[in-house]
């Protein structure tokens, strides 16, 4: 696409972030982008460029006037179905805006009619990772992010969930992951989930039972982060498993996370509780071994050693001088009877 390109007529409406999706949490992490006031597209925009992905929808890099980047998404046609999906997507990602879901803006409006969004910029999403075979404390990083995320989800309503998740849809930014593409999702703040199977998903990413669901998103990040580690993309169909050398804990975790079975799955809070845990040995410093310096004291000579007893006089040296001494007696008594 041209980069001179105005694609829009601007904005539908102008709303704050807040009054949009409610207020920031309440304790937000150092340096991120709840604790700076959401952006605002200002005047006509520019397309830089298409960017891939975007599912349903077309995502195009874009600029406005005052220099600010992000990412506007529009139905890929004008056809009212899509129309129609794209519209979902944007009541949902509203809805399930927090600390660690790709931040909405605002609605925009193409110059052919086309309704969309306008969200963040991230680096790009986690598919162009996979082939880098991650370290695995990098890869808990992101995976902790993610996890608080769907946790937020799920915790939003009775029985919601995102239903698409995969490395595609996970965006990242200077270390942090956020979820993104809520076209299948259900729940969110004041919403019911309608009961029955809601189908969808990614083959590869997709549970084995093949229905959307809270556990079905426990399986699908467990794919996720199978394709992290192992440097490739899940195959439709293949069933999962996964060894790390030197970590079965974290194995261990992914693997029940990939169970066909729903009910051995652990739910997402004990997905977060068990990754966190994970992370903070990965982090934890080595013991090193060290003695503490000796006290300056002054050099002393040390005492002698006390004298050795004298040995007792065995009984044959007893014998041994009392017969000397005859002998001498004896040598004396012949001498003076030679002398009469």
Not at 1 to 20: D, I, K, T
Not at 164 to 190: E, M, P, Q, S, W
Not at 268 to 284: F, P
Request: one cysteine or more; proline letters at 8%.
């Amino acid at each position: 696409m041209s980069a001179c390109q105005h694609c829009f007529v601007g904005y539908l409406r102008e709303r704050s972030y807040a009054g949009l999706v409610g207020h920031p949490p309440s304790n937000p992490p150092a340096g991120s982008a709840w604790e700076k006031k959401p952006m605002k597209i200002q005047g006509r925009i520019t397309t830089l460029e298409e960017l891939t992905g975007g599912g349903l929808g077309t995502l195009l890099k874009c600029r406005d006037e005052a220099g600010q980047m992000f990412v506007a998404k529009f139905p890929k046609d004008a056809s009212p179905e899509n129309q129609q999906l794209i519209d979902g997507e944007t009541r949902r990602l509203q809805r399930h805006q927090g600390r660690y879901v790709v931040k909405f803006l605002q609605p925009v409006s193409h110059q052919d009619g086309r309704r969309g969004f306008a969200m963040e910029l991230m680096d790009g999403d986690l598919t162009a990772l996979v082939h880098q075979r991650l370290s695995v404390e990098r890869v808990l990083g992101y995976l902790f992010t993610v996890v608080q995320g769907l946790e937020e989800i799920h915790g939003s309503a009775q029985g919601a969930f995102h239903g698409d998740l995969k490395t595609g849809n996970i965006l990242h930014k200077g270390g942090v992951a956020k979820l993104a593409d809520f076209g299948l999702a259900r729940g969110g703040r004041g919403q019911t989930v309608m009961l029955g199977n809601h189908h969808g998903g990614t083959p590869g990413y997709m549970p084995p039972e093949g229905i959307a669901s809270a556990f079905g998103d426990i399986y699908s990040l467990g794919a996720v982060a199978f394709a992290l580690l192992v440097g490739r993309e899940p195959r439709p169909g293949e069933v999962l498993r996964i060894e790390v050398p030197g970590n079965p804990d974290l194995a261990h975790l992914i693997n029940q996370m990939l169970s066909r079975e729903i009910a051995l799955r652990p739910n997402i809070k004990q997905v977060r509780m068990r990754i966190e845990s994970l992370r903070a040995r990965a982090s934890a410093p080595i013991p090193v071994q060290h003695f503490l310096p000796k006290r300056n004291v002054p050099w002393t000579l040390p005492a002698p050693p006390p004298s050795p007893a004298p040995a007792p006089a065995s009984s044959s040296g007893v014998g041994f001088l009392a017969f000397a001494v005859a002998a001498v007696v004896g040598i004396g008594l012949l001498a003076a009877a030679s002398k009469d």
